[in-house]
């Protein structure tokens, strides 16, 4: 059971959906914000997954900071909601899809944005490493390496995208990109650091160190969740 913080009673269901591809896992945060959008009374949401190889951009990306063909991609390559540059997703990276509607916490997204770098910051600091935001960017750091962005979209004040942490993934198909459009910022991983660290290990203080940064009451979602390849159609934002 996750430890959950005390200092608010507010709700919120935690799913892990394992390792999906990014489109089912995609069309799922598009169907959890419209059922949210449609009765505000729902339960916030997290999801918790991992990607095969995955490029994806932003709204305003800049094919600049692409190496590769993009007619041509080696992995999937895709155009999101989010802003900010291109990025990449693959196993050994946990990545985070918040549902929240932050008109029960703060309707301010640099303050969203510093909270969920809280996030990353404790899990991190949990294992005795020094993570660190720098000045001027949005992230987390490790003796000069980037080991998490994040990037949001936020609708009618609800959350969707989110964040991703490096434990143990290969880095190499960062080497095919202008990781976030930071040229002179090398991205790392947590076992760097920590030899030997898993995404197990990691997941489960992720999950409390979110209850913990946003005073959550974090549960199991309930089973009927569980459909990842929900499909239904449907505003700031940031991959850095």
Known sequence: MVKIADSSPRLCYWLDLGLVPYLPAWNYQRALLEQKLADPAQADRLLVVEHPPVYTLGTGSSTEFIKFDANNPAYELHRTERGGEVTYHCPGQVVGYPILDLRHYRQDLHWYLRELEAVILQVVQSFGLPAERLPGLTG????????AAI??????????????LNVCPDLAGFQQIVPCGIAERPVG????????????MVKIRLLEAFATVFGLNLQPAPPRD???DGSTSVEEDDWN
């Open 189 to 200: 991983s947590l076992a760097q650091f920590l030899p030997g660290l898993t995404v197990p």
């Open 151 to 164: 990037g949001i979209k936020v609708t009618h004040w609800v959350t969707w995208h989110g964040f991703a």
């Open 140 to 147: 987390v750091w490790l003796e000069g390496y980037k080991i």
């Open 226 to 228: 569980d459909d990842v």
